[in-house]
């Protein structure tokens, strides 16, 4: 894992140097993405890029590359790096200026950084906990920014109460996982937070809701409230890392009977399946 793409060059990570005034390092100004991959093969790659360029659009920061060079140089690093199930992570950052908070004034150019890590192909995974915690962040969770204080305060919640993840409300209202999105199966239907302000509209998600309208399974994009999640007969949460798996208890509740329900364990099914079609079959 020694290399990385710098600026558009595929380069030995120990050769780069990131400015202790990167913005991105003082600020955190700039956007970032994950890409999953399998089997050699980036999976919803387009779908990725071009969030990544509408975050980029969202922060007035112009991308000096396109999706399809992007794209292109992701591959390369795969490739020299062997990388057959893990992640690319990459990030743009609106470069290296003298400390202040408005944007430089002149040609700075955004500095882009991306590197892969192993993830192993884990195959479904089975039910987890999480708890709930206030949503305390900025009003614009659509763009994928580097400024996570809020998520990651949220996520030592979690892990503090011994959960894999929190999920966050707004007045009761729930919005989404410290890195992931929520949804809740009532009646056969699938509920989860409209692609507002106050989330990240997920790829996984996405991905997750056009199966559910291929596959003829209900859904609807609408908030759902604490107690509408409690009384769910499923709960799910979607992500690049956590694909779509159950969860079975929140703040020490069982939800339904505490176990995966049936349309759960189904949507993950059909995942798989997208998987396989835009990556090839999957080893665990
Ligand atoms: N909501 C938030 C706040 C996220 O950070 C993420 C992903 C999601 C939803 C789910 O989006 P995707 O389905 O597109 O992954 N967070 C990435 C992260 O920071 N690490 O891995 C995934």
């Known amino acids: 894992m020694g290399k990385i793409i710098y600026n558009g060059e595929l380069k030995d990570r120990s050769a780069i140097q990131i400015d202790v005034e990167d913005r991105g390092y003082q600020f955190g100004d700039g956007v970032y993405e994950v890409i999953r991959v399998y089997n050699g093969k980036l999976f919803a790659a387009d779908m990725h890029l071009n969030r990544l360029m509408d975050s980029a659009k969202l922060i007035q920061l112009k991308v000096p590359f396109t999706v ?22 990459m990030q743009l950052t609106r470069g290296t200026s003298p400390r202040n908070h408005a944007f430089p004034i002149g040609e700075v150019d955004p500095v882009f950084v991306a590197y892969t890590k192993d993830m192993p192909y884990t195959g479904s995974k089975s ?29 030592q919640e979690a892990v503090e109460a011994g959960c894999d993840e929190a999920i966050q409300h707004r007045d009761g209202t729930v919005t989404e996982g410290s890195s992931s999105n929520v949804a809740i199966i009532v009646k056969g239907t699938l509920k989860t937070h409209p692609a507002t302000n ?4 997920g790829i996984t998600r996405q991905i997750l809701l056009k199966l559910c309208n291929d596959k003829g399974i209900s859904y609807v994009e609408e908030p759902f409230t604490l107690s509408d999640m409690m009384d769910a007969d499923e709960v799910l949460y979607t992500s690049t890392g956590v694909e779509i798996t159950p969860i079975t208890a929140i703040d020490g509740q069982l939800i339904g009977d505490g176990k995966a329900g049936s349309i759960t364990l189904q949507l993950q099914k059909l995942f798989t399946q997208e998987i396989e079609r835009q990556c090839g079959s999957l080893t665990e």
């Open 68 to 89: 399809a060079e992007i794209k292109e140089r992701t591959k390369e690093l795969i490739t020299a790096e062997n990388l057959e199930y893990g992640i690319v992570y």
């Open 198 to 201: 106050l989330i990240l509209n």
């Open 127 to 155: 039910g987890v906990k999480a708890v709930t915690v206030e949503d305390i962040r900025w009003l614009r969770c659509n763009i994928k920014s580097l400024n996570l204080l809020g998520n990651i305060m949220a996520k």
